[in-house]
């Protein structure tokens, strides 16, 4: 996936990574290989770490 195309974190200024937690307390999952209105990738965040973990699991991310 282009690095262009993917929404910064505002707090490192670099692609979100997996298991970041945002202020409400979601977890930053993935990127989608889908563009959104804007011109970004789609996101995939979840509700908890629970979800979080349940997921990328399933989808064999590397949680190092």
Known sequence: ???QFKRLN???GEPFQPGFIDES????LRYLNK???DGYYLEE???DME???K???EL???LD
């Open 1 to 3: 996936m282009d690095n």
């Open 10 to 12: 505002k707090l490192t």
């Open 25 to 28: 307390g979601r977890v930053f």
């Open 35 to 37: 563009h959104s209105n």
């Open 45 to 47: 965040w979840k509700k």
């Open 51 to 53: 979800s979080y973990l």
């Open 55 to 57: 997921k990328s699991k």
């Open 60 to 62: 064999n991310i590397n």
